[in-house]
C-alpha cells in the first residue's frame, strides 16, 4: 500500500472514533421537562447562529475562491482553498452538534449516576470535537497531498488559506457572540438584578449558554484546525526548498520523507489521543483534573516515543525527533505556566487587590497578564534557538516547523480536554435554570472548575502553537519568495522591511480594539434589551412569567455576524496590499512584527482574563468576605474586562497572524 | 571662528536665557504663611528624593564607568559616560529646582494678578526645564563632538549610554514615586474618607505634588534628554560609515557635513525654540491653549524653514532637508492623534461608558488606548518608508535620523510646553491645600486642564521620538557591528535573529508589570499609612490637627527607589548578556522585537490613562452626573488604573528601548 494514503485513513479511523463516542454520548439519557427545553433551545439558538454565519462565510469564501481562480492559472489552489474552508466548517459544526447534545445528559447523568459518569459524557463530548478536528485535518490535507503531488505542493497551501479564513470568522464572531451575552447577562442579572448567575429568569443567560458552544466550541475547534494545518503546510512547504545537502544531511530516504514527515507525525499523534482518551476514561473515577491530566501528558509521552520509532522507520535523522520533542515539551510548558498564572499566587494576590476596590483589581491583573508573557515567550525563542542548534545549518526553519507539529500532534486530545470545558460549564448552566438539587450543581461545579483550568492551558497551548505555526509559515513565505526573487533577503536594516515591521504591529492592536469594541456594544444592546424585559414582562422576576430568550440570542447573533466583517477583511486584505504596492520586503516585514506583537498581546490577554476570572471564582468559594462583599464586586469588575481580553480579543491574534502569514505564502508566488 | 564649536556656544545661550527666566521666576512673590509652608514641603520633598535617588545612580553609574574602563582600550567612552549621565542629571536636577519654585508663584501670581501672570510664571517655569535639556545636550555632545574629533567619534555613544542610564532611573523612580502617591492619596481621600482631591487634611497630599515634580518633571525632562541626543549620536554613527558614493550625492562638501548635520539642526533648533518662548509671551492674554499652541506650531514652522537655509549653507542636499520636515510635522501629527484620543469623542465615550460600571469604562479605555496605537505607528512607518525615498539607496537609515532629529530639535519649546503642565498642577494644588478663594482656584484649574491636554500631547511626542530615535540607534547598531563583522546581515530568517526578535519583545511587557506592581505595592503601603494617621491622629479629619506628610514621602522614595533597580539592570544587562553569549545578530533582532513591542505598548497604555483621566474630568465637570454619581465612581477606578499606565509603565517604554539600543550601540565594537 501506498503510505501516502496512510493519513487519509487514519483521518477516516478518526472520525469513525468520534462516531463512536457520539453514538456511546447519545446513548445516556437527554432528561425530559424543563431540563429538555432548555437543552433544546441553546442547541437551536447554536445552530441558528452557525447556519447564518456559514451563510454569510459561504459568500466570502466564493468571492475568495473566484478571486484566486482569477490570480492562478491552475484550478488547484482554489479547490485547496475550498477544501480546507469546507473541513473546518465541518470540523467545528460536528463538535459544537456534539458538545449541544453532550452538554444536557451530562447534566442528567450528575443528577441520576454520579460524578464519574457526568466527567465521562462530558469528556466525550469535547472528544468527539478533538477527533474530528485532527481527522478532518489528516483526511483533507493528507488527500490533498496524495492527489497533488510533488507538481502542484504549493496549491496545498491554499488548504491553510481555507482554513484560517474560516477560523478567524468563526473565532471573531463567537467570540463577540458569547462574551456580549455573558457580559450583558452578568452586568444587570448579577449586579442590577441581584440574581445568580444562570438564573432562568434572566433573558441573557440562553444566549450565554449558546455563546460558550460557539465561542469555546466551534471557535477554538476551527482555531486549532487552522494552526495544525498550518503547521503541516508550513513544513511541507519548507521541505520542498531546502538544499539537496540539507536534504542529505537530515534524512536517508531523500526529501520526499522530510515532506511527509509532518502528516506522519500527525497521523501518529493521531493514534496517541485515541490512546490518550481511553486512559482518561479508565482514570475517570479518579478526580477530574487527574484523570484529564493523566490523558494529556499519557498521550504525549506515547508520541514522543512513537515519533522516533516513526521518524526512524522512514530514514529520517534523531536531529528531527529531538525537534518533535523540543514542540511537544514546550507545549507543555507553556500550559504549566498558563496553569500557574491562571490559578496559582498570582491569583489570589489579584483577589486580594479586591480589597482596595476595582481599581488595584484591575493593575493587578494587568501587571499579571504582562508578566505571564515572560515564560511562554522564551519557551517559544528557546524553541527557535534549540531546533536550529539541533539541525544543520540552513535548515533551522525546517526544525521550527516540526516542533510546531510536534506541538499540535495530539490536538486531538488536547481539543477534547479544552472543549470539555464549555460541556461542563453549560452542563452547570442547564442545571441551575432547570432549578436541580445542590447535590447536582456540586457536580457540574467540579467539573466546571476543571474546565476552566483546562480552557485556560488550551488557550496558552494554543498561542504557543499559532505563533510557532506562523513563524513556520512565514519562513515558508520567505522560501518561496526566494524562489521566485533573486537574492531575496529580510534584512532589517532595510527601511521597507522596518516600515513593514510597524505596519505588522499595529494589527493586532487594531483588531483588538475592533473586537473589544465589538463586544462592548453589543453587551450595551443586550443590557438594554435585559432591563426592558424586566420591566415590561409582569411576574419575570417573580419566576411566573417566562423570559423572551430568543430576542437576546438574536442581539447576540446579529452583532457578531456584522462585526466579525471588517477584522477578517483586515486580516484578509492587508497582506495583499502590503505585497502588492509595497513588495514582498515590506510584507515580510510586516508578518515578524505581527508575529511578535501577536503573541505577546495574545498571551497577556488571555492571561489576564483567566486569572480575573479564577480570582472571582476565589472570591466567590468564600474568600475574603465571599459573594456579596465589596471584594467580590471588585473582582467581578476585574471578570467583565477579563472576559473580552480571554474569549474575543486574544484569541483572535492566534488567528490574526495565521491568516495574514498563509495569505501571504498563497500569493508569494505571484509577487515575483 | 570654528563652526564645530557652535553647538557648545549655543548651549550656552541657551542656558543662559534658561538663567534668565529663572531670574524672571524668581522675580514673582512666593508668598506667605500656609502657601509659603506647603510649598516648601513640596520643594524639600523633591529635592531630598532627587538627592537620594542620585547618590544611588552615582554609585551605579560609577560600576559602569569601571566596567568601560575595562572593556575599551581608550578613556574616551567611560569619560563620555560620565558626561552624558552628569549632563541628564543636572538637567533633571535644575529643572526641578525651577520648577518647584514656580509653582508656588503661579498660585500667588494667581490669587493676586491674573490669569495671563499665573500662565506666564508657569510656563516660564517650564521653559526652565525645556531650555536646560536642549541646552545641555549641545553643550555636552557638542562638546565632545569638537574635543574628540573623528578619531575616537566612536566614544561618543558613552554619552548617549551615560543619558540613557540616568533617564532610566529617574523615569522608572519618578514614575513609581509619582504614582504611588497619587493613587494610594486618591484611593483613601477621596473614596473613603470622601474628602476632595489635594484636601489638605490627607497625609499623602503633599507625597502626591512631590510626584509631580519628580516624575513629571524630573523624569520627563531625562527622558527627552536621552532621546535627544540618542537621535543625534545615531545620526553622526551614520553619517560616519556611509558609503563615499551615498556622500557624495548627499553633501557637496563631504562626509564633515553630513556628520554634522545634526548638531547644527539642534543648534537652529535652539534659536527657534527661544523664539517660540518669546511668541507664547506675545499671547499670553490669549487663552492658554492658543498661547501655547502659537508657540509649538510657529518655533516649527520658523524651525523648518531655517533648516532649509541652514542645510543649504553647509552643503547638504535638499533630499535631507524634507527628512527634517517628516520629522517635524510627524511630531505635530502625532502630537494632534493624541490630543483627540485623549481629549476628543473616544473621551465622552469612556464616561458614557461609565453609566454601566467600571468594567465598561476599562474596557472601552483598552480599546481606546489599543485604537490610537494606529495612525501613530503609521506615521513612524510612514517617516521610514518616506525618507528612504527621498534618499539614494543605501542612505535610508541616515534620513530616519534626520528625521529624528527634526522632530526633537525644537525640544526646548516642546519641553516647556510638557513641563508647564505639572507647576500648573501643583499650583492648584497648592492653592487647594492653602485655602486660597474660588476665583484664584478657577484660574489654576483653567491652567491645569490646558495642562493635562500638553502633558497627554508630549508624551505622544516623547514616544514618536524615541521610537525614530531607537530606531537610529539600532541602524548604527547594525553599521557598526558591519564594520567589524564581515558580511554581518540581520537576516529574518536566520533562527538566532528570530530568537532574539521574541526576546526582545519581552522586556516591555516585564518591565510594565515590573513597574505596574511596584506602583500597586507602594501605594497599598501609602494606604495603610494614610487610613493609620486618619484613624490615630486626634482631629486631623475635622482639619485641627496637621498629617504627618514626611511619612508619607518616605513611603512613596522608599519603594521607588528600591524598585527602580530591577528594571534598570535588566535594561543596560540584557543586551550585554545577549550580544556577548548568543552574539549580535540575536541582539539585532532583540533590538528590533524591542522597538516594535516598546512603541506600540508604550502608545496604548500613555493613551489609555490619558483618556481615562480625561473622562474623569468630564463627569467632574457635571456631566452625566457629576460628581458623587455612580459613574463618577466608575471613571475613577479607570483614572487610578490609567495613572500608572501613563506615568510609570509607559513612559518606562521610551527609555528601555533607548537604553536597550544605545548600550548595543556601545558594545558594539567589542562583539567582533
Known amino acids: 500500500m501506498d503510505v501516502l494514503l496512510l493519513p487519509p485513513i487514519l ?58 481562480f482569477i490570480g492562478f492559472d491552475t484550478w488547484h489552489t482554489p479547490a485547496a482553498f475550498v477544501a480546507g474552508a469546507v473541513c473546518s466548517a465541518f470540523a467545528g459544526y460536528i463538535g459544537m452538534y456534539a458538545a449541544t447534545q453532550a452538554n444536557v445528559r451530562t447534566t442528567v447523568a450528575a443528577n441520576t449516576e454520579g460524578a464519574a459518569s457526568a466527567l465521562s459524557v462530558a469528556f466525550y463530548g469535547g472528544s468527539i470535537m478533538g477527533l474530528t478536528v485532527a481527522a478532518m485535518g489528516l483526511l483533507g490535507l493528507g488527500s490533498l497531498y496524495y492527489l497533488f503531488g510533488a507538481e502542484h505542493a504549493e496549491a496545498i497551501h491554499g488548504f491553510g488559506m481555507g482554513a484560517s479564513t474560516v477560523a478567524l470568522f468563526s473565532r471573531v464572531g463567537g467570540g463577540i457572540f458569547t462574551k456580549s451575552a455573558d457580559v450583558g447577562a452578568d452586568l444587570v442579572g448579577k449586579i442590577e438584578a441581584g440574581i445568580p448567575e444562570d438564573d432562568p429568569r434572566n433573558p441573557g443567560v440562553i444566549a450565554d449558554n449558546v455563546g460558550d458552544n460557539v465561542g469555546d466550541v466551534a471557535g477554538m475547534g476551527s482555531d486549532i484546525f487552522e494552526s495544525y494545518c498550518g503547521s503541516m503546510i508550513a513544513t511541507i512547504a519548507i521541505g520542498a526548498t531546502l538544499s539537496a545537502a540539507t536534504v542529505a544531511t537530515l534524512s536517508s530516504d531523500g526529501r520526499e520523507s522530510l515532506m511527509f514527515a509532518p502528516l506522519a507525525l500527525a497521523s501518529t499523534g493521531m493514534i496517541c489521543s485515541i490512546l490518550g482518551i481511553l486512559l482518561v476514561r479508565m482514570f475517570s473515577s479518579k478526580k477530574p483534573d487527574v484523570a484529564l491530566r493523566m490523558g494529556t501528558i499519557g498521550s504525549t509521552i506515547l508520541f514522543i516515543g512513537a515519533a522516533g520509532l516513526l521518524l526512524n522507520s522512514i530514514g529520517v535523522s534523531s536531529a528531527v525527533w529531538l525537534c518533535v520533542m523540543c514542540g511537544a515539551v514546550g507545549g507543555i510548558v507553556i500550559g504549566l505556566v498558563t496553569e500557574y498564572y491562571t490559578g496559582g499566587r498570582p491569583v489570589e494576590l489579584i483577589a486580594e487587590g479586591g480589597e482596595t476596590g476595582p481599581a488595584t483589581v484591575m493593575i493587578a491583573g494587568l501587571a499579571t497578564g504582562m508578566e505571564s508573557v515572560v515564560i511562554p515567550v522564551l519557551t517559544i525563542a528557546g524553541i527557535i534557538f534549540a531546533t536550529s542548534a539541533l539541525l544543520p545549518e540552513g535548515a533551522g526553519v525546517y526544525g521550527v516547523g516540526i516542533a510546531a507539529v510536534g506541538m499540535l500532534s495530539t490536538v486531538g486530545i488536547t481539543m477534547a480536554i479544552d472543549a470539555y470545558g464549555p460541556v461542563a460549564d453549560n452542563a452547570g448552566g442547564i442545571a441551575e435554570m432547570a432549578g436541580l438539587g445542590e447535590e447536582t450543581r456540586a457536580i457540574t461545579d467540579g467539573l466546571d472548575e476543571v474546565g476552566n483550568t483546562t480552557a485556560a492551558i488550551g488557550k496558552g497551548f494554543a498561542i504557543g502553537a499559532a505563533g510557532l505555526a506562523a513563524l513556520a509559515i512565514i519562513a515558508a513565505y520567505i522560501e518561496t519568495v526566494s524562489h521566485h526573487v533573486e537574492g531575496f533577503i529580510l534584512d532589517i536594516s532595510d527601511p521597507l522591511v522596518l516600515t513593514g515591521m510597524f505596519l505588522g504591529g499595529i494589527f493586532p492592536f487594531l483588531v483588538s480594539a475592533m473586537t473589544m469594541r465589538a463586544v462592548g456594544d453589543a ?72 508575529v511578535v506583537s501577536c503573541v505577546l498581546l495574545a498571551l497577556m490577554m488571555a492571561n489576564a482574563g483567566g486569572a480575573w476570572d479564577n480570582a472571582k471564582k476565589y472570591v466567590e468559594k468564600g474568600n475574603l468576605g465571599g459573594k456579596g462583599s465589596d471584594t467580590h464586586a471588585a473582582v467581578v469588575v476585574g471578570d467583565t474586562v477579563g472576559d473580552p481580553f480571554k474569549d474575543t480579543s486574544g484569541p483572535a491574534m492566534n488567528i490574526l497572524i495565521n491568516v495574514m502569514a498563509i495569505v501571504s505564502l498563497v500569493i508569494a508566488p505571484l509577487l515575483g
Open 11 to 68: 483521518g477516516g479511523i478518526g472520525l469513525l472514533a468520534a462516531f463512536i463516542l457520539y453514538r456511546i454520548v447519545k446513548g445516556y439519557s437527554s432528561g425530559e421537562g424543563a431540563v429538555a427545553e432548555i437543552a433544546a433551545s441553546i442547541h437551536d439558538g447554536a445552530m441558528v447562529f452557525m447556519r447564518r454565519e456559514y451563510t454569510i462565510l459561504g459568500a466570502f469564501a466564493g468571492l475568495i475562491t473566484i478571486l484566486l
Open 523 to 594: 453587551a450595551f444592546d443586550m443590557i438594554k434589551e435585559i432591563r426592558r424585559q424586566f420591566k415590561e414582562i409582569p411576574g419575570l422576576m417573580e419566576g411566573t412569567a417566562k423570559p423572551d430568550s430568543g430576542r437576546c440570542v438574536d442581539i447576540a447573533t446579529q452583532a457578531a455576524l456584522r462585526k466579525m466583517v471588517a477584522p477578517g477583511v483586515l486580516a484578509i486584505a492587508s497582506p495583499v496590499v502590503v505585497g502588492f504596492l509595497i513588495g514582498p520586503a515590506a510584507l515580510g516585514g510586516m508578518l515578524a512584527g505581527a
